[in-house]
């Protein structure tokens, strides 16, 4: 995991990460996992394959689960729960209109004491809860297979004290 940019440390609102395989996702979630307090809805961007699942998988993982972590595809949700905290993981890239999102009453899982992670959020527009955290994954420009290109951006106060929080855990960060 290499980080590109990232705008001051005092107030940072933007990290640029690059994850050149999945054992950097799966590094990045587990440092990631702890930070997410109660509360966070964080977007999970990016086409298909781009990596949102894995890294749901591995926040997860970095929090202790250690059973099955499906993509929510067909399901629209998946519910774990971890430390007492209620993690909800939602894909919404089936819906076929924004409407979708309250007609299946999804509303009342985005609690004060849950973390929701959202893929394709886009879908559910103007329905689902604005993100605290937004990751968007880009393929690198060479191909699929160099890796990702992950911008991270807070769109809170919850979701910069998250970032800053990641920020001072890097590699470096105290240099």
Known sequence: MHSLHHSPVHAPSTLTLCLPDEAATLDLGRQLAPLLAPGTVVWLEGDLGAGKTTLARALLRGLGHDGPVKSP????????VVSSIYWYHFDFYRFNEPTEFEDAGLGEYFRNNSVCLVEWPEKAANHVPSADLALV???????P?????????AHSEAGRKCLSQLISRMPGAGT
């Open 145 to 153: 297979e160099s890796g990702r290109i992950l911008d991270l951006v």
């Open 73 to 80: 595809t067909y399901t629209l949700v998946e519910v774990y």
């Open 137 to 143: 994954f880009r393929f690198a420009a060479q191909a």
